[in-house]
């Protein structure tokens, strides 16, 4: 469980958030909203460990994750604006190269994934030759072969199509079914009418 107790954050003098509490157990689906400098992508970060909070905690199954690193990162797929893709490495490669980081090997998930996310036939282009949302593609393949619990998803929709939402939706939906949980943002429409997204609003 992911527990954030109490932050507070304030960037150039702002508070952007105050005393916020929430909790995300296995199958929850949450979405951060709020208008463009509210504080999503600075909250995520926080809760990722990649910022600092001016108060308040964040725990992963009651422990400090400060304390608890292994268990956390062991357990979080984090994926932000600057995706980590390598230019110069094709869609293969940077998928492979994730996994290597990752977990075992296993090279029929990677051609599968890439599939899944539309790129098959285009493995084996360099990424500097792919066009933007294909790019962000090659990153969101890892959520087929990612092993962790948690998905820290910031505006993991950009650059993608109708049809890339839906079978993101699907997959999102797939892994809360299965034990997972989902936090993410999107300025896009996504989950419309599902009761199972729950929202939690910044910037009001
Ligand atoms: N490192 C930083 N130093 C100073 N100010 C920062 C820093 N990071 C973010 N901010 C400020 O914090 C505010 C929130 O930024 P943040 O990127 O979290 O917003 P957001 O809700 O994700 O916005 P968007 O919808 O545009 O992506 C902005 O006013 C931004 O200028």
Same mark, same amino acid.
């Given at each position: ?43 995520? !970060?926080?809760? %990722?460990?990649?910022? &600092?909070?001016? /108060?308040?905690?964040? @725990? *992963? ?6 304390? $608890? ?66 790019? !962000?593609?090659? %990153?969101?393949?890892? &959520?087929?072969? /990612?092993?962790?619990? @948690? *998905? ?6 950009? $650059? ?45």
């Amino acid at each position: 469980m992911l527990e954030v107790r109490e932050l507070s954050c304030v960037r150039d003098e702002r508070v952007l958030f105050e005393d916020l509490s929430f909790t995300l157990s296995s199958g929850d689906l949450v979405q951060i909203e709020g208008p463009n400098g509210a504080g999503k992508t600075t909250l995520l !970060r926080i809760i %990722a460990g990649l910022g &600092l909070a001016e /108060s308040g905690n964040v @725990l *992963w199954d009651g422990e400090l994750v400060s304390k $608890a690193r292994e268990e956390f990162y062991g357990n979080l797929l984090f994926l932000g604006h600057s995706t980590g893709v390598k230019r110069e490495m094709t869609a293969f490669e940077n998928l492979a190269f994730y996994q290597r980081m990752h977990g075992e090997a296993d090279e029929d998930s990677l051609w599968e994934a890439l599939a899944r996310v539309g790129l098959a036939g285009r493995e084996d282009v360099p990424a500097a030759q792919l066009s933007a949302g294909q790019n !962000r593609r090659v %990153a969101l393949a890892r &959520l087929w072969i /990612s092993q962790s619990k @948690l *998905w820290i998803l910031d505006e993991p929709l950009t $650059a993608i199509d109708k049809q890339g939402v839906k079978v993101l939706e699907n997959l999102f939906q797939h892994h809360v079914n299965h034990g997972g949980m989902v936090l993410f943002t999107t300025h896009q429409d996504m989950f419309e009418g599902n009761s199972k997204l729950r929202r939690i609003r910044l910037g009001v």
